[in-house]
């Protein structure tokens, strides 16, 4: 009996450490519910055995923000399942590592969506050149150069479909707005009326109003800037360099990495001006997104940087918190009116899809992606059911109908997750979400904001393939720069005093310089002046 | 009776034998096979060759070594990383010795074994639990728990920069690794003490022996042994955090853009320059750079243990 219980018990162990032996060989689990990429390509493969119809792919979304992490039952996906006969077996990834693991191993799905490592990606070993994989599996479908030039390598090959390209003609089109996503700076219309100033229209004017701020309101924070993400180089771009991108700016005629440049200097000594009274707080810094979003959605700031989409999200909270007089507002006014070099917009997209080698149905993929570029498709995934989410006005605009409008309004997010809409770009043109976020009677005041910030911007597509290659000195360059910036961006902020800024500013400067700074910019400006000569900029 | 030979010998114990060749297997398939990945830091890897780049890769010697040496970041983590540890050593290494002590010379038996228990359970609570927690006490805005009572009671005039404050950041860190690990460590060397021949004491109260001297020359001497391998095993972990290998969790989630001057260290970087900037070869330099000091810790601390206890060979080896 004993003996039977001493090999019951070995029997169990042996199971548990096979069972823990595969589960540790496989790629890290995914966080939707869509299960390992390699068990969904396997699915894929599986469901699809020669059907035409209800073919199932596996698709990795490498944004871990992304709204949703899984297909079906939502009016728009149920849409293109219909018309392509595609459904999507989705894992939406659950930090920065699984997309690498997924790549290092071989193990990536059919397809890939993913804002980030889209270099990385261009490669013949694991994604399909999608020149020749178009005219193989869908030789009718439109590939317009402005679309795959943004993707283009220096061989002309290119292996992802951009979405949110545009041309000319439609950065023209007086209903074309940036993307919903954009920044700007964000501030309590109620405590300005209180301080009875006018928006600053100089960064002199801004300190003013801030210390007016903190006269007002001791308890309030003046301004909360961020050291991460889109939030991190707005404010740099937009109100301290000269640069058409935050890896390149215009310094005295050439060209030079945004943070060895006279204009960084400058603007990092007026915050630093604005630390020293008090106008910016440390502990801003140290904390994380949701914590950032949540300490300005508390009332407790007064400017702010935030999405454009986010403007009723805030004064929703506003009214939750018991704040029914606060109201949030973009700052219009432009402060840097001076600079040279407007802010560009890249006109690079936002996102990419890949076709992997491991695809097992390319005559299905490359359908659902011509159809994904469609006219049809655009307007479904930009403006969602026609007489269900909008209805179109005599000129092909959408006329959002007016619950759809309020939930737009309300909560963009939610919004996308349970229509669909604004969720699925794959290579789609940026035409069709932006004349849905203009709604000048719906929503006022972000169709304003964004008028605003075209106004202000010019396009200039050359600048979206301005960026090193993998695995080169001016990438590895470029990444230890940023890092190093990013170090210093707080410590240089708060140095107590005129000397001490001297100083960590001259350190940075002689770390950068260790880092391949001359030789990034020496990059940059023989890349740049080859991009103006390909592109016809004068 | 004639010998058994060896394969005889295998054979007559092969359930016990399949046992140890599956732990064998184990080790060998997870600690050693799996080291083969370290070829790329002598190459330049390019994921986009995924496995086979481990192979295809050009080779180009110790550049990447090298290039981490002359690394403007280097001394700052090289620094950070060894003060950090060389804190912990000091300050929370010793500390589940002395709640050892303290929890076995405790009178009362309920109290005990209550206090053993609270002193452990913090262990099991995850690092982001204990970063948020260190948050909501330490911040310096409204919100600052500790900030707010000094206010209060009138003992500061201005809320304390502790989670701004690079300085402060090294001994939160010390104070949150104690704080959370000491209790666990410290069932290791109450085991030692429970080993302790009872009559010792016994004795050396008949003869005498204050209660201090009871753990100078009886329990101290007792569990040196147990400190002595707890040492060593901290040393060979110095580059992660010691004892409880805390380093990467704390800098990580306890650090922050404002502190990154004495939070980052090599486990960061690591992970900053691997994963969030794509340079593989590059960081598996650093990582191997980082094991093989590591390693001389841990040969060096048995060696000095050994000599301690008055062996002439370390403890372990």
Same mark, same amino acid.
């Given at each position: 009996?004993?003996? #039977?219980?001493?090999?019951?018990?070995?029997?169990?162990?042996?199971?548990?450490?096979?069972?823990?032996?595969?589960?540790?060989?496989?790629?890290?689990?995914?966080?939707?519910?869509?299960?390992?990429?390699?068990?969904?390509?396997?699915?894929?493969?599986?469901?699809?055995?020669?059907?035409?119809?209800?073919?199932?792919?596996?698709?990795?979304?490498?944004?871990?923000?992304?709204?949703?992490?899984?297909?079906?039952?939502?009016?728009?996906?149920?849409?293109?399942?219909?018309?392509?006969?595609?459904?999507?077996?989705?894992?939406?990834?659950?930090?920065?590592?699984?997309?690498?693991?997924?790549?290092?191993?071989?193990?990536?799905?059919?397809?890939?969506?993913?804002?980030?490592?889209?270099?990385?990606?261009?490669?013949?070993?694991?994604?399909?050149?999608?020149?020749?994989?178009?005219?193989?599996?869908?030789?009718?479908?439109?590939?317009?150069?402005?679309?795959?030039?943004?993707?283009?390598?220096?061989?002309?090959?290119?292996?992802?479909?951009?979405?949110?390209?545009?041309?000319?003609?439609?950065?023209?089109?007086?209903?074309?707005?940036?993307?919903?996503?954009?920044?700007?700076?964000?501030?309590?219309?109620?405590? &300005?009326?209180? @301080?009875?100033?006018?928006?600053?229209?100089?960064?002199?004017?801004?300190?003013?109003?801030?210390?007016?701020?903190?006269?007002?309101?001791?308890?309030?924070?003046?301004?909360?800037?961020?050291?991460?993400?889109? #939030?991190? @180089?707005?404010?740099?771009?937009?109100?301290?360099?000269?640069?058409?991108?935050?890896?390149?700016?215009?310094?005295?005629?050439?060209?030079?990495?945004?943070?060895?440049?006279?204009?960084?200097?400058?603007?990092?000594?007026?915050?630093?001006?604005?630390?020293?009274?008090?106008?910016?707080?440390?502990?801003?810094?140290?904390?994380?997104?949701?914590?950032?979003?949540?300490?300005?959605?508390?009332?407790?700031?007064?400017?702010?940087?935030?999405?454009?989409?986010? &403007?009723?999200?805030?004064?929703?909270?506003?009214?939750?918190?018991?704040?029914?007089?606060?109201?949030?507002?973009?700052?219009?006014?432009?402060?840097?009116?001076?600079?040279?070099?407007?802010?560009?917009?890249?006109?690079?997209?936002?996102?990419?899809?890949?076709?992997?080698?491991?695809?097992?149905?390319?005559?299905?993929?490359?359908?659902?992606?011509?159809?994904?570029?469609?006219?049809?498709?655009?307007?479904?995934?930009?403006?969602?059911?026609?007489?269900?989410?909008?209805?179109?006005?005599?000129?092909?605009?959408?006329?959002?109908?007016?619950?759809?409008?309020?939930?737009?309004?309300?909560?963009?997010?939610?919004?996308?997750?349970?229509?669909?809409?604004?969720?699925?770009?794959?290579?789609?043109?940026?035409?069709?979400?932006?004349?849905?976020?203009?709604?000048?009677?719906?929503?006022?005041?972000?169709?304003?904001?964004?008028?605003?910030?075209?106004?202000?911007?010019?396009?200039?597509?050359?600048?979206?393939?301005? #960026?090193?290659?993998?695995?080169?000195?001016?990438?590895?360059? &470029?990444?230890?720069?940023?890092?190093?910036?990013? @170090?210093?961006?707080?410590?240089?902020?708060?140095?107590?005093?005129?000397?001490?800024?001297?100083?960590?500013?001259?350190? &940075?400067?002689?770390?950068?310089?260790?880092?391949?700074?001359?030789?990034?910019?020496?990059?940059?400006?023989?890349?740049?002046?080859?991009?103006?000569?390909?592109?016809?900029?004068? | 009776?004639?010998?058994? $030979?060896?394969?005889?010998?295998?054979?007559?114990?092969?359930?016990?034998?399949?046992?140890?060749?599956?732990?064998?297997?184990?080790?060998?398939?997870? $600690?050693?096979?799996? *080291?083969?990945?370290?070829?790329?830091?002598?190459?330049?890897?390019?994921?986009?060759?995924?496995?086979?780049?481990?192979?295809?890769?050009?080779?180009?010697? =110790?550049?990447?070594?090298?290039?981490?040496?002359?690394? +403007?970041?280097?001394?700052?983590?090289?620094?950070? *990383?060894?003060?950090?540890?060389?804190?912990?050593?000091?300050?929370?290494?010793?500390?589940?010795?002395?709640?050892?002590?303290?929890?076995?010379?405790?009178?009362?038996?309920?109290?005990?074994?209550?206090?053993? *228990?609270?002193?452990?359970?913090?262990?099991?609570?995850?690092?982001?639990?204990?970063?948020?927690?260190?948050?909501?006490?330490?911040?310096?805005?409204?919100?600052?728990?500790?900030?707010?009572?000094?206010?209060?009671?009138?003992?500061?005039? !201005? +809320?304390? $920069?502790?989670? *701004?404050?690079?300085?402060?950041?090294?001994?939160?860190?010390?104070?949150?690794?104690?704080?959370?690990?000491?209790?666990?460590?410290?069932?290791?060397?109450?085991? +030692?003490?429970?080993?302790?021949?009872?009559?010792?004491?016994?004795?050396?109260?008949?003869?005498?022996?204050?209660?201090?001297?009871?753990?100078?020359?009886? %329990?101290?001497?007792?569990? $040196?042994?147990?400190?002595?391998?707890?040492?060593?095993?901290?040393?060979?972990?110095?580059?992660?955090?010691?004892?409880?290998?805390?380093?990467?969790?704390?800098?990580?989630?306890?650090?922050? !853009?404002?502190?990154?001057?004495?939070?980052?260290?090599?486990? %960061?970087?690591?992970?900053?320059?691997?994963?969030?900037?794509?340079?593989?070869?590059?960081?598996?330099?650093?990582?191997?750079?980082?094991?093989?000091?590591?390693?001389? =810790?841990?040969?060096? +601390? !048995?060696?000095?243990?050994?000599?301690?206890?008055?062996?002439?060979?370390?403890?372990?080896?």
């Amino acid at each position: 009996m004993k003996k #039977r219980g001493s090999l019951f018990t070995a029997l169990l162990l042996t199971a548990v450490m096979i069972l823990s032996a595969c589960s540790g060989g496989q790629a890290p689990a995914p966080a939707g519910d869509g299960g390992n990429a390699g068990q969904d390509a396997a699915q894929a493969q599986g469901s699809d055995a020669g059907a035409a119809e209800n073919v199932e792919l596996s698709i990795l979304v490498n944004m871990d923000w992304f709204f949703m992490d899984n297909w079906g039952g939502r009016p728009v996906d149920d849409v293109i399942t219909r018309e392509t006969g595609v459904s999507l077996n989705v894992t939406r990834v659950a930090d920065d590592q699984q997309l690498p693991v997924l790549m290092a191993s071989n193990q990536l799905p059919d397809l890939v969506y993913t804002d980030s490592m889209l270099l990385e990606l261009s490669n013949d070993n694991q994604c399909y050149e999608l020149g020749e994989f178009f005219r193989q599996y869908a030789p009718n479908m439109p590939l317009p150069n402005e679309q795959t030039g943004i993707a283009k390598r220096d061989d002309g090959n290119f292996y992802y479909l951009v979405n949110f390209w545009k041309t000319q003609k439609e950065w023209d089109d007086p209903h074309f707005l940036p993307s919903v996503g954009s920044s700007g700076l964000m501030y309590r219309e109620d405590i &300005l009326a209180e @301080t009875g100033m006018q928006l600053p229209t100089s960064m002199d004017e801004l300190e003013a109003l801030l210390i007016k701020v903190k006269e007002l309101y001791p308890s309030i924070v003046p301004l909360a800037l961020y050291s991460e993400g889109e #939030r991190y @180089t707005f404010f740099i771009n937009q109100y301290m360099v000269d640069s058409p991108s935050y890896m390149i700016a215009e310094d005295n005629g050439d060209w030079s990495y945004f943070a060895g440049t006279d204009a960084y200097r400058d603007g990092m000594r007026t915050l630093n001006r604005f630390a020293q009274q008090g106008l910016l707080i440390p502990e801003m810094f140290t904390l994380m997104y949701e914590q950032y979003i949540q300490e300005t959605q508390s009332g407790n700031v007064f400017m702010w940087i935030d999405d454009s989409s986010n &403007l009723e999200m805030n004064n929703n909270a506003f009214q939750t918190m018991g704040l029914d007089s606060a109201r949030a507002a973009f700052m219009k006014s432009a402060v840097y009116q001076e600079a040279p070099y407007p802010y560009v917009d890249p006109s690079g997209g936002w996102a990419g899809t890949f076709v992997t080698k491991n695809n097992k149905n390319p005559e299905a993929t490359a359908r659902f992606l011509e159809w994904m570029t469609s006219d049809e498709a655009g307007k479904l995934v930009g403006w969602g059911i026609e007489g269900q989410h909008y209805n179109p006005d005599s000129n092909g605009y959408p006329i959002l109908t007016p619950d759809v409008a309020r939930m737009w309004v309300e909560d963009y997010d939610k919004t996308v997750r349970d229509t669909g809409v604004g969720a699925w770009f794959f290579g789609t043109n940026a035409w069709y979400e932006s004349v849905r976020i203009y709604a000048p009677e719906e929503n006022p005041p972000m169709t304003e904001y964004l008028m605003y910030v075209k106004s202000n911007q010019k396009m200039e597509p050359a600048l979206a393939t301005l #960026r090193p290659n993998p695995n080169t000195d001016e990438s590895a360059a &470029l990444a230890s720069l940023n890092n190093t910036v990013k @170090t210093y961006y707080p410590r240089i902020i708060f140095a107590r005093d005129g000397n001490e800024f001297e100083r960590i500013m001259d350190e &940075l400067q002689s770390q950068m310089a260790t880092q391949g700074l001359l030789q990034y910019n020496d990059w940059a400006a023989n890349r740049w002046t080859h991009l103006k000569q390909v592109y016809g900029i004068s | 009776m004639k010998k058994k $030979s060896l394969f005889q010998e295998i054979w007559s114990q092969k359930f016990f034998h399949f046992w140890a060749l599956l732990g064998v297997i184990f080790v060998f398939v997870i $600690s050693y096979a799996s *080291t083969f990945g370290l070829v790329i830091a002598f190459k330049n890897y390019n994921i986009a060759d995924g496995l086979a780049g481990m192979f295809a890769g050009p080779w180009v010697g =110790f550049k990447h070594f090298s290039d981490f040496f002359i690394d +403007a970041n280097f001394v700052r983590i090289l620094r950070n *990383t060894l003060v950090l540890s060389g804190l912990k050593l000091l300050f929370s290494f010793p500390m589940p010795v002395l709640l050892a002590i303290f929890l076995t010379e405790m009178r009362f038996d309920r109290l005990r074994r209550f206090s053993q *228990t609270v002193s452990y359970l913090p262990h099991f609570v995850s690092w982001v639990v204990v970063a948020s927690i260190v948050q909501v006490f330490f911040n310096s805005m409204s919100s600052g728990l500790i900030n707010s009572m000094l206010l209060q009671i009138g003992a500061i005039d !201005n +809320a304390i $920069s502790f989670l *701004t404050d690079p300085r402060a950041f090294w001994a939160l860190a010390v104070l949150s690794d104690a704080w959370k690990e000491s209790g666990w460590w410290a069932i290791i060397f109450i085991a +030692a003490i429970a080993s302790i021949d009872p009559g010792l004491y016994e004795a050396a109260s008949i003869d005498g022996a204050s209660r201090m001297q009871r753990i100078w020359h009886i %329990t101290l001497p007792g569990i $040196s042994h147990s400190i002595g391998v707890v040492l060593i095993i901290s040393l060979g972990n110095i580059f992660t955090g010691g004892m409880s290998g805390s380093n990467f969790d704390q800098s990580f989630l306890m650090g922050n !853009n404002m502190v990154l001057d004495a939070s980052e260290i090599i486990p %960061t970087y690591v992970y900053k320059m691997g994963i969030l900037a794509g340079r593989y070869s590059y960081a598996t330099a650093i990582g191997m750079f980082q094991a093989a000091i590591s390693l001389i =810790f841990i040969f060096g +601390a !048995n060696y000095f243990s050994g000599k301690l206890q008055g062996q002439d060979e370390g403890l372990l080896l």
